[in-house]
């Protein structure tokens, strides 16, 4: 069994940054395994939002990129997200992935 438990969100203004954080535990070997962040906004479907392989290579979605930097510390089995320059339109759940294993979502809001 595998968990993740993000953390991070919360309400802020447009422009403003976010660092969201996921620690993953159990039965994995976490530096050797590629790591997704997804988001889904009310009323949308989940979308992939980062990833990062676990060479540290990342890959984004065209809406994020620029805005948005993953990481990871593998010393401590955590994930990152760091989030510049918010807009509202980044409103949603964001949730750590890996495989069929999901954490239960940390709430980003942004205000005009």
């Known amino acids: 069994q595998v968990q993740l438990v993000e953390s991070g969100g919360g309400l802020v203004q447009a422009g403003g940054s976010l660092r969201l954080s996921c620690v993953v535990s159990?039965?994995?070997?976490?530096?050797?395994?590629?790591m997704y962040w997804y988001r889904q906004a009310p009323g949308k479907g989940r979308e992939p939002v980062a990833m990062?392989?676990?060479?540290?290579?990342?890959n984004y979605s065209p809406s994020v990129k620029g805005r948005f930097t993953i990481s990871r510390d593998n010393a401590k089995n955590t994930l990152y997200l760091q989030i510049n320059n918010l807009k509202p339109e980044d409103t949603a759940v964001y949730y750590c992935?890996?495989?069929?294993?999901w954490g239960q979502g940390t709430q980003v809001t942004v205000s005009a």
């Open positions: 159990g039965r994995i070997a976490f530096p050797l395994k590629s």
């Open positions: 990062i392989t676990a060479a540290m290579v990342p």
């Open positions: 992935n890996h495989e069929e294993y």
